[in-house]
C-alpha cells in the first residue's frame, strides 16, 4: 500500500485534503493535531508521498520513482525536523534545518516538504524565526506540523496555518487493524476498547509484555480485594504506589475490569480485561454479586480518577478506593 492506503480512519481530513490537492488549493502550512498514537505521522507521510508523487493524482501510485525513493526513507525533497541537542525544537533547528534548506529550489519533484514531528515544543524564539518562512512562503514549500497541544502555538503561527484535529478512531477499526496484525479475537476487542480509539496506543499495547503483566496484576488485585482483611487492603496501596507516574492507565484497567464484570453478569458474554484462563472467575463473582455492588465499585474508580486528576491527595484517595473495591 502507498498514501492514503495506508491511513487507517480519518476520512473527512483525507477527503479534504484530496479535494485542496485536486484543486490546487492546498495549504502550505497544516497543523495536525491529536493525541500520540492517532495516526499524525502516517496522515503527514501520505500527503507527503501523494503530492510528490509522478502519477499526479490524488493518492500515492506506490511505483514512480518518487514513491519508490519516499518508501526508501531517501526522498531528497521531504525533510523530517527534529530537535538536534534538547527536548524542545529551538531556533537553531529552525534555521539550520528548514530556513537554510528553503533558500535552494526543489531538487527534483514539485515540492520541498517539511515534516516536523512534536511541533508544538517549539520555543517561542523558533516559532519566531519560522514566521516569516510561513507568511511569506517560496511557492514550493509544503510545512507539516504534527502537534498534540494546540495551545502551545503563538497565535501568529496558529493564523497563518490550517489546523485538522485528529480525533479517537471508531473502536472497530481498531480491532480490525489488531485482527490484521495477528492479535486473537479477545485481547483485540480489550486493546482496541482500552485504547480509547487510539490505534497507535493499541499496537503498543499489543507488542508489550509490562503491559500484559500489569493488566494481569490490576485484575488480580480486583479479584483479590474482596477477600482481604482491613491490612491487607490498606497494604495494596504500595502496590499501587509503584504504578504513581501512570496511574490514570492502571485506574482505567479498574474500571474496565468491574465493566466487563458486569457485562458478564447482565448478558453473559466475554469478559476482555482478563485472561482466557480466569473467565470462570469472573463469571461466578458475576452470579454471587449483585449488580448495585458492582456499579458501585465501577464508579467508585472514576471518582478516583476525577479526584487525581484535580490534584486531590494522591494516598488518601487510593486508600478510600481500595476500602470501597474490598467491600
Known sequence: MAGFAEVVGHEGVIRNLRAAARGH??????????????????????LAQTLQCEAGETDACGHCVSCRTFASGNHPDVHYIAAA????????????QIIHRME?????????????????TMTPAAQNALLKVIEEPAPYGV???????????????LSR????????????????????????????????DYAGGNIGQALAMAGSESFLETRGAAAG???????????????????????????????DL?????????????????????????KNAIYAEARSSGLASLYDK????????????????FQLTLEMLLLRLAR
Not at 535552494?104 to 508544538?120: C, E, Q, S
Not at 496555518?161 to 483485540?188: N, Q, R
Request: net charge positive; hydrophobic share 45%.
Open 25 to 46: 488549493t492546498l495549504p502550505h502550512a497544516m497543523i495536525f493535531n491529536g493525541a500520540a498514537g492517532l495516526g499524525k505521522k502516517t496522515l503527514a507521510d501520505a
Open 85 to 96: 541537542k534538547t527536548k524542545s525544537i529551538g531556533v537553531d533547528d529552525v534555521r539550520g
Open 104 to 120: 535552494t529550489k526543489p531538487y527534483r519533484y514539485p515540492y520541498k516538504i517539511f515534516i516536523m514531528d512534536a511541533a508544538d
Open 143 to 157: 510545512f507539516l506540523f504534527l502537534s498534540q497541544n494546540l495551545n502551545a502555538f503563538l497565535p501568529t503561527i
Open 161 to 192: 496555518c490550517a489546523v485538522f484535529k485528529l480525533k479517537p478512531l471508531p473502536t472497530g477499526l481498531v480491532k480490525a487493524k489488531l485482527l490484521s496484525a495477528g492479535i486473537d479475537e479477545d485481547k483485540a476487542s480489550f486493546y482496541a
Open 221 to 251: 488485585m480486583a479479584q483479590d480485594l474482596r477477600r482481604m482483611d482491613l491490612p491487607e487492603v490498606f497494604a495494596q496501596f504500595a502496590v499501587l504506589e509503584k504504578y504513581k507516574d501512570n496511574i490514570q492507565d492502571i485506574l
Open 254 to 278: 479498574f474500571a474496565l475490569w468491574y465493566r466487563d464484570v458486569i457485562v458478564a453478569k447482565q448478558t453473559g458474554g466475554d469478559a476482555w480485561i482478563i485472561q482466557r484462563d480466569q
Open 298 to 313: 465501577f464508579d467508585a474508580v472514576w471518582q478516583a480518577k476525577r479526584n487525581l486528576k484535580q490534584n486531590g491527595n
